[in-house]
């Protein structure tokens, strides 16, 4: 979804700032050739010009940036969910809502507030199901309280852990880790704290996933 196109859908007019769904993605051209893989520097995915920081566990860092309203976030899941089960030991998905605008920021707290109740895992596909095919809307708080009480969640729990502080201090994290990667859209995979690469980028998601592997490869050598 391009940035005009978000800003002037009717459901989301209250985000402001910047698009969280892009089809367009700006970004350096060169023409440098990615190793163990055909993709082009600047097209297919782009080098941070400084690194982002990365956990301690001596795993390739895979970080998917993403926002439960853009229908393309969506749409990759399924790829995403296949790709990830095939991921060798020594690399580590984790998923990262954006926070964009207050919209993006009630459904970052949705998700590190089920996180941290242990939920995430039986309700995060069904989140999407519910915005995306059930066109239900998740942008108030009561709204989003007695969806995850229907799948089973305790509502009060839940409301505690979503105004926490451990939970604003994670939302926070994203906000740094996105600028940190520079990110413009979603959904984007962001490689090692050293590359980002997307569907907007190399052309499609399913490809977008091929370049992944390329750097994660990539950033074994390097390591």
């Known amino acids: ?112 507030a089920l996180e941290a109740l242990g939920q995430l895992s039986t309700v995060h596909k069904r989140i999407f199901a519910a915005l995306h095919i059930q066109r239900r809307r998740l942008d108030k ?4 309280a007695a969806f995850v009480a229907e799948q089973g969640v305790d509502k009060q729990k839940f409301s505690e852990a979503f105004n926490a502080f451990g939970v604003a201090s994670k939302v926070k994290q994203s906000q740094q880790l996105a600028q940190a990667y520079a990110l413009e859209g979603v959904p984007a995979l962001g490689i090692a704290g050293r590359f980002l690469t997307a569907g907007s980028m190399a052309g499609s998601n399913e490809r977008a996933l091929q370049v992944a592997d390329a750097l994660i490869a990539r950033s074994r050598k390097s390591a």
Request: charged share 20%; net charge neutral.
């Open 1 to 112: 979804m391009k940035r005009r196109e978000f800003l002037q859908h009717p459901a989301w007019r209250t985000t402001a700032l910047v698009a969280a769904c892009s089809a367009a993605w700006g970004g350096l051209r060169t023409e440098a050739q990615a190793q163990g893989g055909d993709f082009t520097e600047g097209r297919d995915f782009r080098r941070l010009a400084n690194p982002a920081p990365v956990p301690g566990h001596g795993k390739v860092d895979v970080v998917e940036f993403f926002w439960y309203g853009c229908p393309h976030c969506h749409s990759l899941e399924p790829a995403l969910e296949a790709w990830s089960a095939k991921l060798p030991s020594d690399v580590a998905l984790r998923r990262m809502p954006v926070v964009f605008g207050a919209l993006h920021e009630a459904h970052a707290r949705m998700f590190f």
């Open 141 to 144: 708080f009561d709204d989003i």
